[in-house]
Antibody, heavy 123, light 109 residues
Framework: QVQLVQSGAEMQEPGASVKVSCKAS????????IHWVRQAPGQGLEWLGW????????KYAQKFQGWATVTRDTSISTVYMELNRLKSDDTAVYYC????????????????WGQGTLVTVPS | QAVVTQEPSLTVSPGGTVTLTCDTS?????????PYWFQQKPGQAPRTLIY???IKHSWTPARFSGSLLGGKAALTLSGAQPEDEADYYC?????????FGGGTKLTVL
């Protein structure tokens, strides 16, 4: 069955970087985009960006351009989201989610989500 | 960056009907902004209910429907159930970048 399994909770100091992983299984890794979404405590959802695992192409929200980096390792079906220069405002649960197919076909976007990774940046 | 706006909160009676809306700062919501609707309950990851304006996932209850209404995207819940109490988020796509609305807290009371 399709699963997106994320790495465990992290606590990082302000100014440091964090790298969260999202390991896909149960489907062909390069067949679907992967998106990253975060949610600060008690707040709404915020979209960070996506990666096309087939090509490595990425797209970021304007706010995260130059600040977040999404990469993939096709050999282990894993996508990474790295956020640097962390601030206390970056304390949030970070989710990966499966997006649309990378090739034409029947689409079921955002059908599977990772369990979320809590990143804590103390103030 | 565009701003997506939703009602902060709405209340519906059990068995009643409610419409949540999703507006864009860029003018009118069209199908070309690929509206999605997500449901999130406390402590859970979001779950997609509707994509591309009207299309339901296999798990989306029939009482939910998506549409365009008055220049906005809309999520209509007909026959609300207690388990529909949740936060609902819409999102729109602008040249490949998704933007989420602030969410609507729906109370079934």
């Amino acid at each position: 069955q399709v699963q997106l399994v994320q790495s465990g909770a992290e606590m990082q100091e302000p100014g440091a970087s964090v790298k969260v992983s999202c390991k896909a299984s149960g489907y062909t890794f390069t067949d679907y985009y992967i998106h990253w979404v975060r949610q600060a405590p008690g707040q709404g959802l915020e979209w960070l960006g996506w990666i096309n695992p087939k090509t490595g192409d990425t797209k970021y929200a304007q706010k995260f351009q130059g600040w977040a980096t999404v990469t993939r390792d096709t050999s282990i079906s894993t996508v990474y989201m790295e956020l640097n220069r962390l601030k206390s405002d970056d304390t949030a649960v970070y989710y990966c989610a499966r997006g649309v197919r990378t090739s034409p076909g029947f689409q079921t976007p955002y059908d599977f989500w990772g369990q979320g990774t809590l990143v804590t940046v103390p103030s | 960056q565009a701003v997506v706006t939703q009602e902060p909160s709405l209340t519906v009676s059990p068995g009643g009907t409610v419409t949540l809306t999703c507006d864009t700062s860029t003018g009118t919501v069209t199908s070309g902004l690929y509206p999605y609707w997500f449901q999130q309950k406390p402590g859970q990851a979001p779950r997609t209910l509707i994509y591309d304006t009207t299309i339901k996932h296999s798990w989306t209850p029939a009482r939910f429907s998506g549409s365009l209404l008055g220049g906005k995207a809309a999520l209509t819940l007909s026959g609300a159930q207690p388990e529909d109490e949740a936060d609902y988020y819409c999102s729109l796509t602008y040249t490949g970048a998704r933007v989420f609305g602030g969410g609507t807290k729906l109370t079934v009371l």
